[in-house]
């Protein structure tokens, strides 16, 4: 049977998505259209090319995550450095390795550019931040006068996933103009609002890396640093929480992990095992009730 599907953000814990597309891949459903924002629009994309959910923990297994943290080589002393890249080049990490992989591993599937794709079959959520609004990937690249259909798939997965301060940003130019593009979950973590005003063809299904709204815990802010994560945390899920909630939370499969782990490149092997089964589970107890 053949679903629509929103996969949210969540960096690392992104591998509990590809524990949930395991499940739902079980259960007999395949995704006709696709829509993600940063770990989410990685699984997306590898869904629409074509991967199963056994590939994809293979294509996980085999590369060590710390590679995609590609530094600049520089004289500068490293502590310094660090503060000094920041500040000019606006992230840690060039992002490339990550892209060439992405690039690579779509390629095997005959996936270059969005026109390798069925039309509307993958939609991907990055941040104009010049511009302060959601890009739409790709038709939201014709105002800057690219041709969605000839744009890289990979890229646009590198511009979904530039965590700020982490990733360099993208740069799109509009004539004399720099646009920066970054991490899509900084305006929308969770994009299930693509489907909102369109005719329903077919059941929607949402996973989403965190507890249900009505659950949420609330924040304690007792110093600057807690300020500023609930900040962020408010920022990226004010926008959609006015969505879901206008909708019912039966089509959305939550998934809760304790613990920080969005940039935890350096998981061990039994963790990510760990954090895949509770996706699977997760999304396996949701889909025996799912009522659609």
Known sequence: MYIDGVFSGGGIKGFALI??????????????????????????????????????IELMDEINMKEFLDKRKTVIPFPFSNWLLLY??????????????????????GVKTF???????LRLVASDLTNGKILVLPDGLKPYGINPRTFSVAKAVRMSCSLPYFFDPIK????????????????????????EEEKKARPLL????????????????NNAIQLFTALF?????????RYVSRRHEKNIIFIPLEGDLTTEFD???????????????RAADFLKKWTY
Do not use: C
């Not at 924002?37 to 629409?48: R, Y």
């Not at 646009?179 to 994009?191: E, K, R, T, W, Y």
């Not at 061990?268 to 760990?274: A, I, N, P």
């Open 19 to 56: 524990g949930a597309f395991k499940a739902i891949e079980e259960k007999g459903f395949k995704f006709k259209r696709l829509a993600g924002t940063s770990a989410g629009s990685l699984l997306a994309a590898f869904i629409a090319a074509g991967y199963t959910s056994s590939e994809i």
């Open 88 to 109: 000019w080049k606006l992230g840690l990490y060039k992002g490339f390795v990550l892209e060439k992989w992405i690039e690579e591993k779509l390629e095997k599937k």
């Open 115 to 121: 026109a390798d794709l069925p039309h509307q079959s």
């Open 172 to 195: 799109l130019s509009i004539k004399e103009n720099k646009n920066i593009i970054v991490d899509g979950a900084v305006l929308s973590n969770f994009p299930i609002w693509l489907f």
């Open 206 to 221: 949402g996973i989403k890396l965190s507890t249900s709204y009505t659950e949420k815990p609330a924040n304690q802010i």
């Open 233 to 241: 945390e408010t920022m990226k899920d004010a926008h959609d929480a």
């Open 267 to 281: 998981l061990t092997e039994e963790k990510k095992q760990s954090i895949i089964k509770v996706g699977e589970q």
